[in-house]
């Protein structure tokens, strides 16, 4: 396999199993549901994609965006192995299911923007 897919694919992992424990713990304490759910998982989610997309060491969105797509695609096949069993396949039925991996493959890709603005502020 190429290192570039195990990257992907470690990132992929790594992703999926901290939202895994983010949302558990948000259950856990109650507050699994409303904004302030809402707001802690897409900042745990945006953290951790651009820590993800940072560690690549690319400085094209569209060198990242194989990445992030495998990324996504992990959280799929995970879902179906660790969610299905317990939610059924109606979960893919969920569009809020869909915006979450689609967040997955489109946070990344700001990071560029991010550096490039960082850039700009210390010339």
Do not use: C, E, H
Not at 12 to 37: E, R
Not at 49 to 60: F, G, N, P, V, Y
């Amino acid at each position: 396999m190429n290192s570039w897919l195990y990257r992907a694919l470690g990132w992929g992992v790594a992703i999926y199993a901290i939202m895994y424990l983010a949302w558990s713990g948000l259950v856990i304490y109650g507050y699994s549901l409303g904004f302030l759910s809402l707001a802690i998982r897409l900042a745990i989610l945006f953290g951790i994609t651009s820590l993800a997309a940072k560690s690549l060491r690319l400085m094209d969105w569209k060198d990242i965006l194989p990445y992030s797509v495998v990324w996504a695609l992990t959280a799929i096949v995970l879902d179906a192995i660790y969610l299905v069993p317990f939610a059924g396949w109606a979960l893919y039925g969920t569009w809020s299911v869909w915006l979450g991996y689609a967040l997955i493959v489109v946070f990344p890709l700001i990071r560029p923007y991010l550096r490039a603005r960082g850039n700009q502020r210390l010339s």
